[in-house]
T-cell receptor
Framework: GQNIDQPTEMTATEGAIVQINCTYQ??????LFWYQQHAGEAPTFLSY??LDGLEEKGRFSSFLSRSKGYSYLLLKELQMKDSASYLC??????????WGAGTKLIIKP | DTAVSQTPKYLVTQMGNDKSIKCEQN?????MYWYKQDSKKFLKIMFS???????INETVPNRFSPKSPDKAHLNLHINSLELGDSAVYFC??????????????FGPGTRLLVL
């Protein structure tokens, strides 16, 4: 079956670094996405990986290992506004995204 | 200049009623989606249309009926609302180029509460 696993909740300190992991088992693979969702708001696109390796975009980086079915999102220099849920999603075909339940990240001063 | 808009933002209604949620995108995208996000925060795809044609139709009760009058609009009609329909419904759109990197853009969501 299709399955995406992420930790339910993580806590980190302002200014620190946090890594949010995602493992997936899907029938196909056509790329992995990370989205950010603040409470009460819509998900917004953060990053996309389709090849193995690290993609860096400012304070955020995303890593993919297709052979291990594994990705992580790395957030550096954490700010209070980074408190949100982070959703991992895999495109398993042409249009459809399979979504994880999201990881709620709590940032403490 | 809102990219993906939904109305209404909040919807409180009684069990058994029929209601509609509307979605419009001004991004020129060909593909639109309806998602349901329940209290556990799972985003579950319900339907997707590409250029007014239904391309994804997940297992949802047939009380839910999507309608796409044109490629910029995708509405969702729900008959005989049940308590379990309470959730946030998100509309999204994407370019529809079939590219793997294609990003989905989400509307603000409609918070449906069935009493």
């Amino acid at each position: 079956g299709q399955n995406i696993d992420q930790p339910t909740e993580m806590t980190a300190t302002e200014g620190a670094i946090v890594q949010i992991n995602c493992t997936y088992q899907t029938s196909g693979f056509n790329g992995l996405f990370w989205y950010q969702q603040h409470a009460g708001e819509a998900p917004t696109f953060l990053s996309y990986n389709v090849l193995d390796g690290l993609e860096e975009k400012g304070r955020f980086s995303s890593f993919l290992s297709r052979s291990k079915g594994y990705s992580y999102l790395l957030l550096k220099e954490l700010q209070m506004k980074d408190s949100a849920s982070y959703l991992c999603a895999v495109r398993d075909g042409d249009y459809q995204l399979i979504w994880g339940a999201g990881t709620k990240l709590i940032i403490k001063p | 200049d809102t990219a993906v808009s939904q109305t209404p933002k909040y919807l409180v209604t009684q069990m058994g009623n029929d209601k509609s949620i509307k979605c419009e995108q001004n991004l020129g995208h060909d593909t639109m989606y309806w998602y349901k996000q329940d209290s556990k925060k799972f985003l579950k795809i319900m339907f997707s249309y590409n250029n007014k044609e239904l391309i994804i139709n997940e297992t949802v009760p047939n009380r839910f009926s999507p309608k796409s009058p044109d490629k910029a609009h995708l509405n969702l009609h729900i008959n005989s609302l049940e308590l379990g329909d309470s959730a946030v419904y998100f509309c999204a759109s994407s370019q529809g180029s079939n590219s793997g990197s294609e990003t989905q853009y989400f509307g603000p969501g409609t918070r449906l509460l069935v009493l």
